[in-house]
């Protein structure tokens, strides 16, 4: 079975800018969730989806946001890139809300 | 608001060591808690998923236990290998009324180093 996969894998924006992230959780899984990755905050939860609808979202500004489609594919957005953006960003998926979360390989974001 | 602490946040062992990787979380009121390995930037992979009502989990050398009174678990690693160098992170959901939200709590993670 194939794992999650993200795309793509490397981004390279100027700030002011913005961005689309892919990601394709392995097949029958219905919940994705999403995280960013960096040196000194470590993970932090940006939000989860199920059934096409977000069930919870962690602290960030509205410049994030996301959505799933009907075949539980998901994407989030960042629009009006800052620097502080630049990140390592995770999707993870899972059959259902509260088991086990499988991840992605990540998506590198750099804004300059 | 949920913290997971993991001690120690560096460890260097020879090849053969049994070792033990630290959690704590401040909120006892967890669904369930996973292990996760993070290989230099890498994804995630998952090693083991306790849920709350259990108290531990095997998986090949790798022993995980859950004292959710206490707000602890441990990563117990037998017979350390060089192939286990990673950055090992325990991450914790929270408990919403018998269902879980599936946002996790991070720690900060342990880098472990085994030197042949």
């Known amino acids: 079975k194939a794992g999650v996969t993200q795309t793509p894998r490397y981004l390279i924006k100027t700030r002011g800018q913005q961005v689309t992230l892919s990601c394709s959780p392995i097949?029958?899984?219905?919940?994705v969730s999403w995280y960013q990755q960096t040196p000194g905050q470590g993970l932090q939860f940006l939000f989860e989806?199920?059934?096409?609808?977000?069930?919870n979202k962690g602290n960030f500004p509205g410049r994030f946001s996301g959505r799933q489609f009907s075949n539980s594919r998901s994407e989030m957005n960042v629009s009006t890139l800052e620097l502080g953006d630049s990140a390592l960003y995770l999707c993870?998926?899972?059959?259902?809300?509260?088991?086990?979360?499988?991840f992605g390989p990540g998506t590198r974001l750099t804004v300059t | 608001k949920q913290e997971v602490t993991q001690i120690p946040a560096a460890l260097s062992v020879p090849e053969g060591e049994n070792l033990v990787l630290n959690c704590s979380f401040t909120?006892?009121?967890?669904?369930?808690l996973q292990w996760f390995r993070q290989d230099p930037g890498k994804g995630l992979t998952s090693l083991l998923l306790?849920?709350?009502?259990?108290r531990e989990q095997t998986s090949g050398r790798l022993n995980a236990s859950l004292d959710k009174s206490s707000g602890r678990s441990t990563l117990y690693i037998a017979a350390s290998q060089p192939g286990d160098s990673a950055t090992y992170l325990c991450?914790?959901?929270?408990?919403?009324?018998?269902?879980?939200?599936?946002?996790?709590?991070f720690g900060q993670g342990t880098i472990l180093t085994v030197h042949p």
């Open positions: 993870a998926s899972s059959w259902l809300f509260g088991y086990e979360q499988y």
């Open positions: 097949s029958g899984h219905r919940s």
């Open positions: 989806y199920f059934s096409e609808t977000q069930r």
């Open positions: 909120d006892s009121a967890i669904y369930n």
């Open positions: 306790i849920q709350s009502s259990q």
């Open positions: 991450a914790v959901s929270a408990n919403a009324g018998g269902t879980s939200y599936g946002k996790l709590t």
